[in-house]
Structures are given as structure tokens and as C-alpha cells.
């Protein structure tokens, strides 16, 4: 069952020549998207700390909505009055959609899935509720995003259940059937099937056989990011993408660690997502190009110098270029006592990822990607191999990039 239109261009630009890292812009209803790209998540139509106008300024072009939280509020009449999620944000740009599955498992205790769906009780009135692949399509359609995901069947990757991540993967391949036979505008709405299998590599690629097959307009490797061991995540994302098509986006959710997205950049992954530039923000971490520094510390308490004496945001930028001159002292200073600390470095942090993957799209089209990827590992362990990440080591050795050569 192959969907027959597409809502979605992808233009490959540049592949690096060592590893499986590429460059590419994918154009969507609500323009184009450099890729490989970060996307944060604006869970509820909004991205907390944020304006759409700031989340603008600082170049994002796709954000995430969750489907299951605007499915429960403002709910789907309203959605529809409104006319979709855009217009409810004021958003003029890109936006994606979960399709509220992972929701389901994880923040409610008593769900139960079975073919039909899952069956849950209302966090409102305790009231049984079933969210189907149909339910789901219906929703997404609602909020206009301009990505849609399956509903898929979730299950941790650190489950020792082997039948029932067997179960979970042929379900899914299942649900993304019903998903394109529900979906009712495919020529405006962009639908991604999720390949699920758990650490099984047998699994994966069995699953992707059969993703492909159904011809959506991307692909996305679900399932990870649940704790499991950063190697056999590598694993996971290796073996996907080397049987992905190449004039396809490729997406690995709920992936936002600088480090795990330079790396699942070289192993030919495009998009990420996360909540947790936004949420370590609001703990008075800021995510910087020599690490993550928790600024809370009191040694901060009169550093004067930038957040990040890299970065270009509004933040760090200084005043004579424009910038607001934000100092480490000035965080450390307001991080718990004032929302305007979690604000700037949530304008921060999320600048920074942006701008990430802005840099590794440049490196890629020079065909200079390993030598970015030697340069970002250096400035955060200081150029002291033997603190370098074993996983990441491994990782990249398997698509050519040697961390420990100069």
C-alpha cells in the first residue's frame, strides 16, 4: 500500500565522502528545511520560555507539536474552528506532529494496547478513551501539521520481552496501514511511518522492508532514546540507514544531546528532536561548544564572559553587535529566582542546536565533516582523546572518522 501523493520535496545537496553524513533540503507546505536539522519541541503549540517571533528569529523553520496534549487541550473542536495549530501559535513555519502514542505509554499508568488501539483512562475524569491509528490521522489533520506521524506500538528498548517487541514491530507496520488509509489529505499533510524492532538488528531490518515498501513521504527510527546503551543506539541508527532510500528524510526521534546529534549525523540521520535543551535550561544549564555547564555553580557567580564565547544568539551576541551581552554572572544570578534566566538560556540553548546542525550542513557541502566532528569532540573534552566517549569513539570509526587521529 503505497501513498500516491506527497506534500513534500527532497533535494539531496551534498554526501560526505568518508562517512554516511548528508546534506539536503526538504521543502514542506510552510517552506523549506535545510536539513540535517534540530527540531524543538513546543509540546502544547508553544515552546516554553518562547515567542513564536523569538523562536523565529533565532532560525527555526520546524517545530514539534504533541498531538495527544492539544487532542485533550484545546481539543480537536476547537482545532478545527481555529483552522489547525498555525494559526492557534501564530506559527508561519513548519510543524510536526507525534502521533500520541508515546504519551499514552508513558504518562498514563493503566493504558492498554491492543490491536485496536490503545485504551486509556482520561486524565481529566477517569473516563475510558481509545486513541486508534484512525483517531490519531483524524487529530493530526485537525492541527494541519505539516508532518504527520504514525501511531505506532511503543515499547522501552531495555524490555526483555522479545515476543513483545516482535508483536510491537508487526503491529506498527499494521497501524501504518490503517494510518494511510485514515489519512485524508495527503496532498497537504505529510505522513511518516516509524520503524520500530527494538535492539534487534534483525528486527530493524526486517521492519524497514517493510516501511519502504508502504512509499510514505519520510521515514523515522523510532523506539530509542529509552536508556538503552549509547552503542547499540549507534547500532540501531547504522543499520536503518543503510537500507534507507537516499531521496528521503530521515528522521531519529527524541534525540538531542550535541554529542548524539554530531554523531548520528555521520551515521546518515537528518532529524532529531528533544525536549531537553528547553527542560536543562530551565535547571540553569546551558549547552555550550565545550559542554554543558550548570550555572547555577557559584564559581559563575562573577564570571563576566559570554554564556558561550562561540555562539551567535541574541544572548551572547554583545551589545555593540546588536546582542543583548548576557554574562554567566547575570544567569547565575537570576537561575531560580526570575523566569527571564530560564527565558534567555532556553534562547539559548535551543540557538545553539539550530545552529549546530546549521554548522555540520556547512561542513558536509565542504566535504570537511570529519574534521567538524574532530573539532567539536576536541573543544569539549579539550583535546584529550582518552576522555573522548568510548561509544562515540566506536561509533564513528565505523563510518571513517577517527576521533583519536590528528
Not at 495549530?85 to 510543524?95: G, K, V, Y
Not at 496501514?177 to 489529505?185: L, S, V
Request: glycine content about 8%.
Amino acid at each position: 500500500m503505497a501513498q500516491q501523493k506527497a506534500a513534500l520535496s527532497f533535494d539531496l545537496i551534498a554526501k560526505c565522502s568518508v562517512s554516511r553524513a548528508r546534506a539536503s533540503t526538504m521543502t514542506l507546505p510552510h517552506g523549506p528545511v535545510e536539513l540535517p536539522m534540530f527540531m524543538p519541541v513546543a509540546t502544547q503549540a508553544s515552546l516554553k520560555g518562547l515567542t513564536p517571533e523569538q523562536l523565529e528569529s533565532l532560525g527555526c523553520r520546524l517545530c514539534l507539536n504533541n498531538t495527544y496534549h492539544l487532542g485533550l487541550k484545546p481539543g480537536q473542536a476547537t482545532l478545527d474552528a481555529v483552522g489547525g495549530a498555525h494559526r492557534l501559535q501564530s506559527w508561519n513555519h513548519n510543524i510536526l506532529t507525534d502521533s500520541g502514542g508515546f504519551q499514552m505509554v508513558s504518562l498514563l499508568k493503566l493504558a492498554k494496547i491492543t490491536e485496536e488501539g490503545v485504551r486509556f483512562l482520561s486524565p481529566h475524569d477517569g473516563s475510558p478513551m481509545l486513541l486508534t491509528p484512525e483517531h490519531s490521522m483524524s487529530l493530526q489533520n485537525s492541527i494541519g501539521s505539516d508532518i504527520m506521524m504514525q501511531l505506532d506500538d511503543v515499547i522501552a528498548t531495555t524490555s526483555p520481552d522479545k515476543e513483545r517487541i516482535v508483536e510491537a514491530m508487526h503491529r506498527s507496520v499494521r497501524w501504518l496501514d490503517r494510518c494511510i488509509e485514515a489519512h485524508k489529505y495527503p496532498e497537504k499533510q505529510n505522513l511518516f511511518c516509524i520503524i520500530q524492532g527494538g535492539l534487534d538488528l534483525e528486527l530493524r531490518r526486517e521492519c524497514v522492508k517493510e516501511m519502504v515498501k508502504r512509499d510514505t513521504p519520510g521515514i523515522a527510527i523510532g523506539g530509542l532514546s529509552g536508556g538503552e546503551e549509547k552503542a547499540k543506539y549507534c547500532a540501531v541508527v547504522r543499520t536503518c540507514t543503510e537500507m534507507l532510500p537516499d531521496m528521503k528524510p530521515r528522521y531519529v526521534m527524541g534525540v538531542g544531546y550535541p554529542e548524539d546529534l554530531v554523531v548520528s549525523v555521520a551515521l546518515g540521520a537528518d532529524m532529531f528532536d528533544c525536549v531537553w535543551p528547553t527542560r536543562t535550561a530551565r535547571f540553569g544549564n546551558a549547552v555550550t561548544s565545550r559542554g554543558t555547564l550548570n550555572l547555577r555553580h557559584a564559581s559563575y557567580a562573577a564570571d563576566f564572559s559570554p554564556v558561550d564565547e562561540d555562539c551567535d544568539c541574541p544572548c551572547c551576541r554583545s551589545k555593540e553587535n546588536g546582542g543583548l551581552g548576557v554574562t554567566k554572572a547575570y544567569i547565575h544570578h537570576l537561575t531560580g529566582k526570575e523566569t527571564a534566566g530560564a527565558h534567555i538560556l532556553t534562547m539559548h540553548n535551543v540557538y545553539y542546536l539550530l545552529d549546530l546542525m546549521r554548522n555540520a550542513r556547512q561542513a558536509i557541502i565542504a566535504d570537511a565533516y570529519p574534521s567538524f566532528v574532530k573539532e567539536f569532540f576536541g573543544k569539549i573534552y579539550k583535546y584529550d582523546t582518552a576522555e573522548y566517549p568510548i561509544w562515540a569513539v566506536d561509533a564513528l570509526k565505523t563510518v571513517g572518522i577517527d576521533l583519536t587521529e590528528a
